[in-house]
């Protein structure tokens, strides 16, 4: 393998860390392999990393002092876990044992390196090698799914021969893969395309309350914006992701206003729609509001009720009115004439692009995994879509949104 092959890796600045199983002496391999590419590398040991493999192989490979200790050790540092933690573009821990997964997995900051872990805001990418007992047991297992939902990119072992002399999932790979990995992460970043611009996403289904028990309501579950919220994260945005009830939590690296009503969505998004690049609003607003709430439960005494329900501002064409440089889309759920209906509603509404769906196909609209959407860009002809994962849906709706801001360049 040429050392040139890892090309996104120079000039970057990695920290690696290593844990102490027998699958040390690779990293001693990727610690080579990423300084021949270029990277700065500077190199955290824990201490029964150093009983596997010397520090000073790493110092010899990277030209760097090795860190291990939390106090007591000459050190190039003034207070080394935060020097440490800022000079790192990515953290990578190869291998990263169970106790290690734990710890991260807990906050728990007893050593240099799971200090330097918590003091960090750099990408975390994590390389678990253990016994494939180990590595199966449940505690392990919850450890990397927390590990993964805060965002850590997690290498997957590799199967094989392991040095306990059985053979299972559990094996560190080889050095050129976790170089590969590690390359492959600078490269995915070039494709955040949506780097500094400020994005608004709404979801969920807004409930107007009518008494101090009861509301309004519809059957709106989020799943589509949350999974617009995270494509959007992933391309690089800094994301505001306004949510009417839902019971899905809170996407990595998302910050998340939770409302009730249609009025405090609106709020919510006004607030911030002036310094933002583009609204996304899936949630399904409520169009009208009870005029009156009762202060106490409303009795069962009539055979009939009636409320009366006022309408609801709409928050998209208020967008529209208002719009400067912000990209609008919008969703329309529709029953029939899909196409013609979605492309007024996006005249009316002054937007940029409109995601229609007849919520009447199985499998499409409100409280799905799925959707079957036709997408009017404007300016573009339609594109009709078969029936995908809402989450493959949201990918789509961030290109394409991508696809605007670069039109407009
Ligand atoms: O007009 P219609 O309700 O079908 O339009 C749907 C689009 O408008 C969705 O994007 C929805 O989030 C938004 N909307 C809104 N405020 C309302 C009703 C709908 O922003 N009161």
């Not at 998209?316 to 492309?343: C, D, H, M, P, W």
Request: proline content about 3%; hydrophobic content about 45%; glycine content about 8%.
């Amino acid at each position: 393998m040429g050392e040139n092959e890892f090309t996104s890796l120079k000039g970057k600045k990695i920290v690696l860390g290593v844990t102490g199983g027998i699958a040390a002496f690779k990293a001693a391999g990727l610690a080579s392999l990423l300084v021949k590419s270029g990277a700065e590398v500077r190199v955290v040991m824990t201490a029964a990393a150093k009983e596997f493999i010397s520090a000073r192989t790493f110092q010899e490979l990277t030209g760097q002092p090795v860190s291990s200790e939390m106090f007591g050790e000459p050190s190039n540092y003034r207070v080394a876990h935060i020097a440490l933690a800022k000079f790192a573009e990515l953290v990578v821990i190869a291998p990263a044992t169970a106790n290690f997964l734990a710890k991260a997995a807990h906050g728990i900051a007893d050593d240099l390196l799971t200090t330097m872990i918590l003091a960090t805001t750099a990408p975390i990418m994590v390389a678990p090698a253990m016994n494939d007992r180990m590595l199966s047991n449940a505690a392990t297992q919850a450890n990397l799914e927390t590990l993964r939902r805060r965002g850590f990119e997690i290498v997957e072992p590799n199967d094989g021969r392991l040095a306990c002399g059985t053979s299972g999932k559990g094996r560190l790979p080889e050095p050129e893969e976790l170089a590969a990995a590690i390359d492959w992460h600078f490269e995915r970043l070039k494709a955040r395309k949506l780097e500094g611009k400020k994005i608004i996403v709404t979801a969920g289904g807004t409930i107007e309350p009518i008494d101090p028990v009861r509301y309004i309501g519809n059957r709106s579950s989020g799943k589509m914006g949350f999974a617009i919220a995270e494509a959007a994260h992933r391309h690089g945005a800094q994301v505001l992701l306004v949510t009417a009830p839902s019971v899905l939590s809170d996407p990595y690296g998302v910050e998340v206003i939770r409302v009730e009503t249609a009025l405090e969505m609106h709020d919510a998004v006004l607030k911030e729609y002036e310094t933002c690049d583009g609204v996304i609003m899936s949630a399904a607003v409520a169009d009208y509001r009870a005029k009156t709430i009762a202060d106490e439960k409303i009795k069962k005494s009539d055979e009939t009720l009636t409320i009366e329900l006022e309408k609801n501002p709409d928050i998209l064409f208020e967008l529209g009115q208002k719009k400067q440089r912000q990209v609008l889309i919008g969703f329309a759920a529709e029953t029939n004439n899909l196409e013609s209906y979605a492309a007024a509603k996006m005249k009316q509404k002054n937007l940029d692009m409109i995601v229609a769906n007849d919520v009447t196909v199985a499998g499409a609209g409100f409280n799905t995994d799925t959707n079957m959407v036709t997408i009017i860009t404007r300016g573009s002809m339609a594109e009709y879509f078969s029936l995908m994962p809402k989450t493959e849906l949201a990918e789509l709706i961030i290109k394409r949104l991508e696809k605007i801001f670069q039109g407009r360049q």
